[in-house]
């Protein structure tokens, strides 16, 4: 069982930077693909960004290429999610998740998720 925690979240001006940080507890985590999701009030939860787990594979979904970046530390056990230049429309509780299988944007492929970080975007 693999317990991730967020943090990070928060609130900032449309334009600015955030950067979210996912703690893993178990010391197997450098196995797992790791992703990023989001959900907004009365959405389905986005998947967002993949990461291998040596690191060298990264995906995007079409909404955040070129402005957020996946990166993780197997070495603290800890997946980052880079935010620039966020948007009025990037407001949403933010998940990390960690899957035993292939890396995909689906959120059926991650076992075990966190609790969630609050971003929230004003214009």
């Known amino acids: 069982q693999v317990q991730l925690v967020e943090s990070g979240g928060g609130s900032v001006q449309a334009g600015e930077s955030l950067r979210l940080s996912c703690a893993a507890s178990?010391?197997?985590?450098?196995?797992?693909?790791m992703g990023w999701f989001r959900q907004a009030p009365g959405k389905e939860r986005e998947g967002l960004a993949t990461?291998?787990?040596?690191?060298?594979?990264?995906y995007y979904a079409d909404s955040v290429k070129g402005r957020f970046t996946i990166s993780r530390d197997n070495a603290k056990n800890t997946l980052y999610l880079q935010m620039n230049s966020l948007k009025p429309e990037d407001p949403a509780m933010y998940y990390c998740?960690?899957?035993?299988?292939?890396?995909?944007?689906?959120?059926?492929?991650?076992?075990?998720w966190g609790q969630g970080s609050q971003v929230t975007v004003s214009s």
């Open positions: 998740a960690a899957g035993r299988g292939l890396c995909s944007l689906s959120h059926s492929a991650f076992n075990f």
């Open positions: 178990e010391y197997t985590y450098s196995i797992y693909c």
């Open positions: 990461i291998s787990p040596g690191g060298r594979s990264t």
